[in-house]
């Protein structure tokens, strides 16, 4: 399932609200989600993703799904150019120091829930300014179009995504 939010920020189960920052300044509804992961934002110009797979088919291991979910990111975005990385202790995908992509989700009965976000446009910055995102305080989140001379649209990435994600689990998507 591959889509753009209204904006919403979303914490894990074991998320500490304190890393919300601007509860009492913001229009920007807060939901517990049942997934990894702390508070994270979701909203236009972003393509989040929700893989539904049967790990069993694959490995009954939750870091190489997360790992496996990060490595597609990193194929999409090399589709344009970038170079995009792992940082190690961290979840998540990175350019220039630059948190692009997070990874947040849930197995139950090896079956995977929730899934990405890939910050595409400008626009899928305006309400991180609210919160510590993923509680890594310090950090800064960035979005793609700013490391690309020619900026692309969501469905461009989600092309890319998919392709990516169907090299990685070896997988034909239903579309």
Known sequence: ????????????????ENFITAKEDSNVPVVRMDR?????????????AYPILDLRGYKQDIHWYIRALEETIILALGEF????????GVTGVWIDDYKVAAVGIKCRKWITMHG?????????????????????EGRKV?????????????ADV?????????????????R
């Open 1 to 16: 399932i591959f889509l753009q939010h209204q904006p919403v920020y979303t914490l894990g189960t074991g998320s500490d």
């Open 36 to 48: 990894g992961g702390e508070v994270t934002y979701h909203g236009p110009g972003q393509l989040t």
């Open 81 to 88: 150019g970038l170079e995009a990385e792992r940082l190690d």
């Open 116 to 136: 990405l976000a890939i910050n595409v446009e400008q626009t899928s910055l305006q309400n991180f300014g609210g919160i510590v995102a993923c509680g890594l």
């Open 142 to 154: 960035g979005c793609i179009n700013q490391f690309l001379p020619t900026e692309v649209s969501v």
């Open 158 to 174: 989600a092309a890319a995504v998919s392709a990516a994600f169907e090299e990685v689990f070896e997988v034909k998507l239903v």
